[in-house]
Structure formats: C-alpha cells, structure tokens
C-alpha cells in the first residue's frame, strides 16, 4: 500500500535538546511538506519541499530545520532554538503543486 | 494570518441530518479544497473544487463555491456517526506557489 509513514508516534524532548522526526513517502510525489497543529486550531506550514535538495520557508520555520537528500525522504528536526515545540506534526505530499496533499498519521511531540 | 476562516467552529446534529460548514478567503485562489481529520490523526483529502467551477459533488459530499464572496459551503447529506470529525478548508493563493493556507477547522459532532 502506497502512503506517508512518520515516526515516532510520540517523542519527548528534554531541555536543549534537538529532535528529528521521520517522514518517508513511497507515493512518487515530488513535493513534500511539515505541518504544526495546536490544539483546537488549523495547521501552519513550517517548511515545504518541491524537488530533492531544495525545500522553503513557510509561515514558522524558526527553530526547526529540514533536509531533502531523497525524494522519499523529508525529515524535520526541532532545535533546542524552538522554545515551545509541544504541537502535533504532520508530514504530507503531493503530486505537483496545488494537488491534494496526501498526510501522514502525524508525531506528537511533549516537553520532559 | 490565517486564508481561510471556517464557520461554525463547532456543530452538533443527529443522525440522518445535513450538516453545512463553510469557509470564507481574503484573496484571489487558485483551488479551494476540503479535508477530514479524525481524532489525533492526519488529515484526509474529501474534495478539490477549482475556481472555475461553481459546484463539486462526491457521494454524500456537496460543494459550492462563490469566487464574487469569497466563500465555499462543504455539505454533508445524511450524515452518519462515522462522520464525527473536524473539517478543514485550505486554499491555494495564486501567489502561494505550492502552499496551501488551511482554516481553523469545524469540529462536526454527529449523534446516534
């Protein structure tokens, strides 16, 4: 079955600490993207990716990093910069632009 | 700032209701898509409708769009448990290039 795999399904940070959360695609989509969602409240782009080795900046990518060596693969790490990671992540992708995004079951991420 | 705007931000029918949700943008799109996301997981693609089209239809699933307002209606006939969920609009700007802006979403509530 084709889809998005994200893991873990809940991860822990610890204070100064960066933390990498796994998205991996085995739909042949070219673009990829990070979500943040908060409770009760829509999602915002954090970094989005058209092409292997190229992603942008979305609307909050301040404290989080990203890397795209493999079509398939568009991890995301959150740096010990982001002083509020608690937030639930989602990873999706598409076709081309402006397609429908397909999603991952998402990472929820919790301070220790 | 957030593109789409859902409204209302909850409802609560009874089985074998119509439930309609609806979203209002501020800027000239490309395509307005709707999504489902269950309880702690990611989201689910329902319906693209782009901004020629006036009117979308899949299954159960009814949607309007009116460019001159700005706005899209998401209409659920005859809905069911199963549909208890929260609904999201996402729009793509013509200037967004492949971003989509997501609303805060309509938490639906569907009674046996």
């Known amino acids: 079955d084709g889809g998005i795999t994200q893991s873990p399904k809940y991860l822990f940070r610890k204070e100064g600490q960066n933390v990498t959360l796994s998205c991996e695609q085995n739909l042949n989509h070219d673009a990829m993207y990070w979500y943040r969602q908060d409770p009760g409240q829509g999602l915002r782009l954090i970094y989005y990716s058209q092409i292997v080795n190229d992603f942008q900046k979305g609307d909050i990518a301040e404290g989080y990093s990203v890397s795209r060596e493999k079509k398939e693969s568009f991890p995301l790490t959150v740096t010990s910069a982001q002083k509020n990671p608690t937030a639930f992540y989602l990873c999706?992708?598409?076709?081309?632009?402006?397609?429908?995004?397909?999603f991952g079951d998402g990472t929820r991420l919790s301070i220790l | 700032s957030q593109q789409g705007e859902e409204d209302p931000q909850a409802l609560s029918i009874q089985e074998g209701e119509n439930a309609t949700m609806n979203c209002s943008y501020k800027?000239?799109?490309?395509?307005l898509q709707w999504y489902r996301q269950n309880s702690g997981r990611g989201l689910v693609h329902l319906i693209l409708?782009?901004?020629?089209?006036r009117e979308k239809h899949s299954g159960r699933l009814r949607v309007t769009l009116d460019t001159s307002k700005k706005s899209s209606s998401l209409l659920i006939t005859a809905s069911r448990a199963a549909d208890t969920a929260s609904y999201f609009c996402a729009t793509d700007r013509e200037t967004s290039g492949s971003r989509l802006t997501f609303g805060e979403g309509t938490q639906l509530t569907v009674n046996p």
């Open positions: 800027t000239s799109i490309n395509n």
């Open positions: 409708i782009r901004s020629n089209e």
């Open positions: 999706a992708s598409s076709i081309l632009n402006s397609q429908p995004q397909h």
